[in-house]
């Protein structure tokens, strides 16, 4: 167990960090991928709406990782092995199909779960509650978009499709059970099943075939071990508080 | 500027153009705020949302193809708009407003 898994204020860690943890680290991770998009996308209007959605899942992970402890700190010193994200979200930004087919997967698992935590009670269920509108506009965006490249041209067809084969199996992991994370992971399992295939169907495209609950050739990110790409991400994201620690402007 | 059709968008031309209106709150008419580039309408709705409506300035959003806007042409200015200018018969100012109304 790292030191960073430690509560704010000392003692036993309980599960409620862990969650606050493997979450938190969802939302700050993929926000920095989908940074990494302003400047570069396609168009205006879809730099600026990658970039709304990049600031949500900011939003979401500075309530989390505050939680956890001291966000700079977990944002910012912690070393690859010591991030609890899905291993999804940290795969690289590819052509808009592939972000957009991270963006389906992603977000529909994380409408679905918030969804299931705002019935509870609790500091996550709190941030559950307001965070879930923010996702289901995130999945909105994602299925307008799968829709149209997937019934679009020959080559935004061909593009969606291999991004949604490249990445379903990294799907897998969303549904293993987080220690502290109250929710129905079969439930969430089959949900997401349904909401994703409709989607894909929709779009005329084909829904994945891979390996599926028993043999997923990803699914580690929750233990800390992470894809080739993560590293080098993770040295931009850091690089200017090492360099300059505690620099602001 | 020539506007492609919404319907027929061509890669070449980029996406149509929108004219964005933005209802502030309940009460008031939609006021135009400003065009953004789109593929389709939906699509169009959705960016119009990220673009001007992020920081709580609406309540209600429409999107018009800029395509679909007739507009009065400078050249037109004088005999659309001078005769108005020394009538002041036509400006409702021979009314009260009723007290508590704002928005008249």
Redesign the interface.
């Known amino acids: 167990m790292s030191a960073y898994e430690q509560p704010p204020g000392g003692g036993t860690p309980g599960p409620e960090h862990r969650a606050a943890l493997a979450l938190g680290d969802d939302a700050l991770v993929l926000a920095q991928r989908l940074g990494e998009w302003a400047g570069h996308a396609p168009?205006?209007?879809e730099d600026?709406?990658l970039s709304?959605i990049a600031l949500d899942l900011l939003g979401q992970a500075r309530t989390l990782l505050s939680l956890a402890g001291d966000e700079d700190e977990l944002a910012y010193l912690r070393e690859e092995r010591e991030f609890r994200n899905v291993q999804l979200v940290e795969q690289p930004n590819g052509d808009f199909a592939d972000t957009i087919a991270r963006q389906l997967y992603f977000s529909v698992h994380q409408e679905l779960l918030y969804g299931q935590l705002a019935g509870g009670r609790g500091e996550l269920a709190e941030l559950a509650a307001k965070a879930v509108k923010e996702t289901a506009y995130h999945r909105?965006?994602a299925e307008?978009w799968t829709l149209?490249l997937g019934d679009g041209t020959a080559e935004s067809r061909r593009r969606m499709q291999s991004a949604l084969d490249g990445l379903w199996r990294y799907t897998g992991e969303l549904f293993q059970p987080v220690e502290g994370v109250p929710a129905d992971w079969e439930a969430l399992a089959s949900g997401w099943r349904n909401v994703v295939g409709a989607v894909i169907e929709q779009a005329t495209l084909a829904v994945p075939e891979g390996p599926q609950s028993s043999a997923w050739s990803a699914g580690t990110g929750r233990q800390g071990v992470h894809t080739e790409a993560f590293g080098r991400m993770l040295a931009e994201m850091q690089h200017l508080h090492r360099s300059h620690p505690g620099a602001s402007w | 500027m020539t506007v492609e059709q919404p319907n027929t968008p061509s890669p070449q031309a980029g996406w149509p153009l929108w004219e964005v209106f933005v209802r502030s709150r309940r009460g008031l008419s939609h006021t135009h705020v400003g065009s953004l580039h789109a593929p389709d309408a939906a699509l169009a709705l959705r960016n119009a949302r990220d673009l001007y409506t992020r920081r709580s300035e609406g309540v209600s959003l429409w999107v018009v193809p800029s395509a679909q806007i007739t507009a009065s042409s400078p050249d037109e200015k004088d005999p659309f708009f001078e005769p108005a200018g020394d009538k002041p018969y036509r400006h409702p100012t021979f009314y009260e407003v009723p007290e508590g109304v704002r928005n008249l």
């Open positions: 168009v205006l209007e600026v709406a709304n909105d965006h307008q149209r």
